[in-house]
Structures are given as C-alpha cells and as structure tokens.
C-alpha cells in the first residue's frame, strides 16, 4: 500500500510530528464462489519524532525502556466496498464503513533478550455506516495476536527479518472475506 506523508507539523523542539495517508484500491475477483466486486479504502495515522524517555504515550515512537519497550500505532479511516457480481443476489450492494485500528509491539526484556521477543496485539473496529448489502453485519471486530520469536533481525542481516511465531485471530474482517471465526498459526516469516 502506498504511504503518503500528507501532513507535517511542528509543536515545539521535541513534539514534531506527521500525519500519514495510506490509499489502497483494489478489484476482487472469485470466480469459486461466483463473486465480483471493488474496494477503496483511505486511513490517517500521525507519527510522532524524537523520544528518549522510558515511557512514551505518543503513537510511532519507540519508548526507551530496558524492561520492555514498545510502540504502537493508531489509524483511522474510511473504506467502501462494492459487491456488483454475487451468487445470491441478497449479497449485491454497496458497504461504507468507519475504520479503527490499534496496534502495539512490545519487546520484553528487551536489552537481555536483543529484541529476539516479539509480542504483537492489534485491534480493528469497523462501522458500517452504509450499507445495502446482506453480506456483512454493520459492526466487525477483529483482534489479532502474534508472539514472535527473531531469528534473524533484518539490521544485522541486511538482508530480511526471520521469525518463527505464533498467531491469534478472532474476528471478522470483510475485507479479505475473513468471516467471523477463530484461527491459531504457527508461521516462519521472512521479510525483506
């Protein structure tokens, strides 16, 4: 997804920050279960520069903590989705939806243990706040949690990050068709 910076602040020497817009659009295609449809989706999220305090309360800045430091991110947003080719034609319409998102990553123990221990909590909340379609109900909730275990960090690499971790997802996003269900995931991950 494309990041823009849409938005640069200055609040004083230490409180610089900026506001971010992630753009996605999309068209879904599946031709299993017959269905056709677009999505647009618009999100802000503000990042905050410059912190050496052990706690930190602003979003995007990594706290400065030995015992566990941290990060999180807040994003909010609109998304539309329109169903136009459905096997059952109650599925057929158009949805708006209001987007709320948290997500925090904490490192305990995170100067004995290198950053190799990685726990990931993250939220979503999605409102429909239009909607002509029988295919979603107007509130979805998804929670997701990740414990992650850092083989390889992608700064001493230079090449990829390489986990072995543990998912947690409960929840509905209908965005990617993931009804409401509750699924466990043991992954190796590699990102480059």
Do not use: C
Not at 50 to 62: T, Y
Request: positive net charge; hydrophobic residues 40%; glycine residues 6%.
């Amino acid at each position: 997804m494309p990041l823009w910076k849409i938005l640069n602040l200055d609040l004083g020497e230490s409180k610089k920050w900026t506001m971010y817009s992630i753009v996605a659009a999309n068209y879904k295609h599946d031709a299993e279960n017959k269905t056709e449809g677009s999505q647009a989706s618009l999100y802000f999220t503000p990042s905050f520069v410059g912190n050496d305090n052990p706690i930190s309360l602003l979003p995007d800045v990594f706290s400065n903590n030995e015992i566990l430091d941290y990060y999180y991110n807040v994003y909010g947003g609109l998304e539309f989705e329109s169903r136009s080719q459905v096997a059952d034609l109650n599925f057929k319409g158009k949805t708006g939806r209001w987007y709320l998102r948290v997500a925090v990553t904490f490192y305990p123990l995170s100067k004995m243990l290198d950053k190799r221990l990685e726990i990931v909590p993250d939220f979503a909340y999605r409102n429909a706040f239009s909607n002509t379609s029988k295919a979603e109900e107007r509130i979805n909730k998804l929670f997701k949690l990740a414990v992650n275990f850092v083989i390889v960090s992608k700064a001493k690499s230079k090449f990829a990050d390489v986990k072995l971790g543990y998912e947690y997802k409960k929840g509905s996003d209908p965005t990617v068709g993931f009804d409401r269900q509750r699924v466990n995931t043991i992954a190796l991950k590699i990102k480059i």
